[in-house]
């Protein structure tokens, strides 16, 4: 049963997909004539969902008899998964997960070094959903065990969160705009996660949010699209741009500086941890900047 309704899922999701994507290739260039595809940034995209989907499915065979032995043993008490507030709490639940997971994936770098793959196109369209992270599979199950300890599922928690990435997905557009006050408040929506996928200083690790937007509102991490009036157009891709990109260096770029970071002769052992675990950005001689760097510098300028 658990197996035939992810199928379903992928039966149900994958046509959706397709047709979204072929709407909005049409749209944006016989209509609005502009390119937001390229041919060899869409290959890529599909490249890494199909890597990434493969990793999965290998550590799925690990993580999910992990969190079914600790939803057999340790468990504080079980819901009744027929429950219409079994599916709603654990709707919330998971994205609360995904929040925290995804926010630590920017402020942290070495889990930025694994998720900035999904950040590194200067493209933003359907596709741009599709370049997944692709060693993300390998601790993301351990955001989930909180969730396994109140009682969940786990087939159903992992369920859970590939419905909601369908959402995740569809908010990768440039075509849709404001989407009304209530959703634009509750919900992640494609202005949302357009700043999230922005390179300007002032939008940088904001949005982080899944489904729900309201994480961002309650923790301090929510930033509304600005008008060109109100502020410079969007930029996208990473503030560092990736030279000669191809598959590898766009996985594995952020891993090899890191590495000659750490290592770095005459540094602190408090440096090199920070180094790995410390902000995208850290350096011990103040010659690079963080995110708080850059938005501080931003605020000054404004006040200026």
Same mark, same amino acid.
């Given at each position: 049963?658990?197996?035939?309704?992810?199928?379903?899922?992928?039966?149900?999701?994958?046509?959706?997909?397709?047709?979204?994507?072929?709407?909005?290739?049409?749209?944006? $260039?016989?209509?609005?004539?502009?390119?937001?595809?390229?041919?060899?940034?869409?290959?890529?995209?599909?490249?890494?969902?199909?890597?990434?989907?493969?990793?999965?499915?290998?550590?799925?065979?690990?993580?999910?008899?992990?969190?079914?032995?600790?939803?057999? %043993?340790?468990?504080?008490?079980?819901?009744?998964?027929?429950?219409?507030?079994?599916?709603?709490?654990?709707?919330?639940?998971?994205?609360? !997960?995904?929040?925290?997971?995804?926010?630590?994936?920017?402020?942290?770098?070495?889990?930025?070094?694994? $998720?900035?793959?999904?950040?590194?196109?200067?493209?933003?369209?359907?596709?741009?959903?599709?370049?997944?992270?692709?060693?993300?599979?390998?601790?993301?199950?351990?955001?989930?065990?909180?969730?396994?300890?109140?009682?969940?599922?786990?087939?159903?928690?992992?369920?859970?969160?590939?419905?909601?990435?369908?959402?995740?997905?569809?908010?990768?557009?440039?075509?849709?705009?404001?989407?009304?006050?209530?959703?634009?408040?509750?919900?992640?929506?494609?202005? $949302?996660?357009?700043? $999230?996928?922005?390179?300007?200083?002032?939008?940088?690790?904001?949005?982080?949010?899944?489904?729900?937007?309201?994480?961002?509102?309650?923790?301090?991490?929510?930033?509304?699209?600005?008008?060109?009036?109100?502020?410079?157009?969007?930029?996208?891709?990473?503030? %560092?741009?990736?030279?000669?990109?191809?598959?590898?260096?766009?996985?594995?770029?952020?891993?090899?500086?890191?590495?000659?970071?750490?290592?770095?002769?005459?540094?602190?052992?408090?440096?090199?941890?920070?180094?790995?675990?410390?902000?995208?950005?850290?350096?011990?001689?103040?010659?690079?900047?963080?995110?708080?760097?850059?938005?501080?510098?931003? !605020?000054?300028?404004?006040?200026?």
């Amino acid at each position: 049963m658990d197996s035939l309704r992810e199928q379903l899922l992928i039966l149900f999701s994958t046509p959706v997909y397709l047709v979204a994507i072929g709407l909005e290739l049409l749209i944006t $260039h016989f209509h609005l004539r502009k390119a937001v595809y390229t041919v060899k940034d869409t290959l890529i995209n599909l490249y890494f969902n199909i890597f990434n989907t493969a990793v999965d499915i290998l550590c799925r065979l690990f993580y999910l008899a992990a969190l079914q032995a600790i939803f057999n %043993k340790m468990t504080f008490g079980h819901w009744q998964y027929s429950d219409i507030s079994y599916w709603l709490f654990l709707l919330i639940l998971v994205d609360f !997960a995904f929040y925290w997971m995804h926010r630590f994936d920017h402020e942290i770098r070495l889990f930025w070094a694994v $998720h900035v793959t999904h950040h590194s196109s200067e493209e933003f369209n359907f596709t741009t959903g599709f370049r997944s992270s692709i060693l993300e599979p390998v601790y993301r199950f351990v955001y989930f065990i909180p969730i396994t300890l109140l009682g969940f599922h786990p087939i159903d928690i992992l369920f859970m969160y590939s419905l909601t990435q369908i959402w995740g997905t569809f908010v990768h557009t440039k075509l849709i705009g404001n989407m009304g006050r209530f959703i634009e408040y509750i919900f992640v929506t494609p202005s $949302h996660h357009r700043v $999230h996928h922005a390179s300007n200083d002032r939008y940088l690790d904001k949005n982080m949010g899944m489904f729900l937007i309201i994480w961002d509102r309650m923790f301090g991490t929510f930033q509304k699209e600005l008008t060109a009036e109100e502020y410079e157009p969007i930029h996208y891709g990473i503030t %560092k741009k990736i030279e000669r990109p191809n598959a590898f260096r766009l996985v594995f770029h952020e891993w090899i500086q890191l590495y000659k970071d750490a290592n770095q002769k005459g540094l602190t052992f408090h440096q090199r941890l920070l180094y790995i675990f410390g902000p995208p950005g850290y350096s011990h001689d103040s010659s690079r900047a963080t995110t708080k760097d850059l938005q501080k510098s931003f !605020a000054r300028k404004k006040k200026l």
